[in-house]
């Protein structure tokens, strides 16, 4: 904006500011304060709700065997598909940047189309494959078809277009391979665009609950979502919940105030599609 | 003949390449798959991958639709059998019609929310990097994390927060996921309260493009702070309403997680929509066959919502 505010505008954005900050803080809050606390009950009194603090229901769920287990889980089903993905949505991208091959861009269409198509229907002929495979209740059924994603392949070869050819043709004269090339100058050059699909696959596959929750049948091999949401029906242990809920939290924000700006890329990005 | 026509054809006519017009198809293959050898060491195993894992699924998914599958058991074919059940199921238009009104209570506040957002990070004042990370935080976070916290506020009793916070203004405790109204709105809370950051982050894009001199103009012509906004950016930022108004709308109709974790799809059915519906139709009851017709009226939704929106903003749109 162009103009300098008027004090009395400045009250009024400094108001709805205060207030929208307080509103979108008051759950986190609460989860935080809820794991703290053995009571259920919510009690208007900040000296009460603040007075009987104790590490009690984190100590608790980190005794029992599930939990750990559960987030063994999600690291499991983030990290592999995190690293995976950089290395071969880059990959990908390099080859639709840079290659020709028969049927380039019939397949590049096919496959950016395919993005549009839910998940809730790709899970049902998938499960059936996966049932055959016998992948069911297994990590394979998330990290093989997370191996790459075509929203990355999109990402990374958009970035890739904006690097000279130049660079990696020089590479070339100097009688660099193609994999040399790759590994050596294009995964380096894209590190930005590496840290926007690694950030938002972390995102996206700590947070999945709709995947797991079909392919994975026994409590053992559930990621966080899946097991948190089993721990909502037992009633009656808010804070045990809130301790596991508080613990599963912690993770993505913590990547999202690290990469902050790689996300919001990502978030524009995926726009374009 | 030879002899008459020396030689000064093109180079691609000369030598080998005039003997490619006599290779056979495998030669040719040969020879391609030699020169970009490293586009199929990559293509050929990524192709293979996405034919068993998207592709073919997809078009498997179609055929099942036409199919009995039980888990367990023979699948037999049963032509549009599933098709018409479907039409005929109160439940299908049960759930297609919570799911509308799910996205009723949803869309609009959260594009309004994500739009307020975005006009107050971008005045730049100090304070509004707090309030742009504050804001996306719930969109990172799981919505089970988010369902669970809401479970907690929205207790019914009065020893519920939101219960405890109407009491001061002596309204009697509400029971409101018990009940079939409230349950959608609160269950629709959450969404505004987890999407509006997200939809910020668009905005603020829009904001950060609108040419500083269209708001001087303006306000040389007199037009004050509240003007400016009205006629300069909430019109320029058209393709970002439609934009942000599809996505929305199509994350509308995949709402999952919080009648999952919550209501379970009750009380009454009240909050059963289109995805919770077929993942009970599909994995509760195993009849894969009628889930992906289900799944199939989701995905022609989507279809259609992404169509419109592809036709409306195929080309890029610039006003200035």
């Keep these: 904006m162009v103009r300098k505010f008027s004090r009395l505008q400045l009250v009024l954005i400094y108001i709805v500011m205060v207030v929208m900050i307080i509103a979108y803080v008051i759950p986190f809050t609460l989860m935080v304060l809820g794991s703290l606390r053995q009571s259920v009950n919510f009690i208007p009194d900040l000296g009460y709700m603040l007075s009987n603090i104790s590490a009690e229901n984190f100590r608790y769920i980190l005794q029992q065997a599930l939990f750990p287990r559960w987030f063994l889980n999600s690291v499991i089903f983030s990290v592999i598909p995190v690293i995976t993905q950089a290395i071969f949505c880059t990959l990908i991208g390099y080859v639709f940047a840079r290659k020709d091959f028969v049927g380039k861009s019939v397949l590049f269409w096919i496959m950016v189309s395919m993005i549009i198509i839910p998940t809730q229907l790709m899970v049902i002929p998938q499960y059936i494959i996966f049932n055959r495979f016998d992948w069911i209740d297994r990590y394979w059924a998330i990290l093989v078809p997370d191996l790459w994603a075509i929203i990355g392949v999109f990402f990374a070869r958009q970035y890739l277009q904006t690097i000279p050819r130049e660079i990696d043709e020089a590479a070339f004269l100097d009688g660099a391979n193609d994999w040399q090339v790759f590994f050596q100058m294009i995964l380096p050059l894209c590190a930005p665009a590496v840290a926007t699909i690694a950030t938002f696959r972390f995102i996206a596959n700590w947070n999945d609950l709709f995947r797991p929750l079909i392919f994975m049948l026994s409590d053992t091999m559930f990621p966080l979502p899946v097991g948190l949401a089993a721990l909502y029906n037992i009633k009656g242990n808010f804070g045990v919940q809130m301790a596991a809920a508080t613990l599963a939290f912690i993770p993505t924000f913590l990547i999202f105030l690290l990469f902050q700006r790689y996300f919001t890329q990502g978030v524009q990005m995926s726009a374009l599609d | ?320």
Aim: aromatic share 18%; hydrophobic share 50%; charged share 10%.
């Design chain 2, 1 to 320: 003949m030879s002899k008459l026509n020396p030689p000064v054809q093109p180079a691609y006519l000369s030598g080998k390449g005039r003997v490619s017009a006599h290779l056979t198809w495998f030669d040719r293959v040969r020879r391609e798959l030699k020169r970009n050898s490293f586009a199929y060491i990559v293509m050929i195993p990524v192709v293979i991958h996405f034919l068993i894992f998207e592709f073919g699924p997809f078009i498997f998914s179609f055929i099942l639709t036409f199919m009995n599958w039980p888990l367990m058991g023979v699948p037999t074919f049963i032509g549009l059998d599933n098709w018409r059940a479907s039409l005929a199921d109160p439940l299908v238009w049960r759930s297609l019609w919570n799911t509308t009104l799910f996205a009723l209570y949803y869309v609009v506040p959260t594009i309004i929310l994500g739009f307020l957002q975005a006009l107050l990070i971008s005045s730049n004042l100090p304070g509004t990097r707090i309030l742009r990370i504050t804001v996306l935080v719930p969109y990172v976070t799981s919505g089970v994390i988010v369902a669970g916290i809401w479970q907690y506020i929205f207790k019914g009793s009065e020893t519920g927060l939101f219960n405890y916070f109407l009491g001061l203004f002596s309204i009697p405790p509400q029971p409101y996921f018990s009940d079939k109204t409230l349950a959608m709105i609160v269950l629709a809370s959450l969404s505004i309260f987890r999407v509006s950051g997200y939809l910020m982050i668009y905005y603020l894009a829009g904001l950060r493009s609108i040419p500083r001199h269209l708001y001087e103009a303006a306000e040389i012509d007199g037009a004050n702070r509240f003007e400016s906004v009205w006629f300069i950016t909430l019109p320029l930022l058209r393709p970002i309403h439609f934009f942000v108004a599809v996505i929305t709308t199509i994350g509308a109709f995949q709402v999952f997680e919080q009648m999952f974790v919550i209501t379970h799809g009750g009380p009454a059915f009240a909050t059963t929509t289109i995805v919770y519906y077929l993942y009970q139709v599909g994995f509760n009851m195993l009849r894969m066959g009628y889930a992906t017709v289900v799944a199939f009226i989701l995905f022609v939704v989507v279809f259609g919502l992404s169509t419109i929106q592809r036709r409306f903003l195929g080309k890029d749109v610039s006003y200035y």
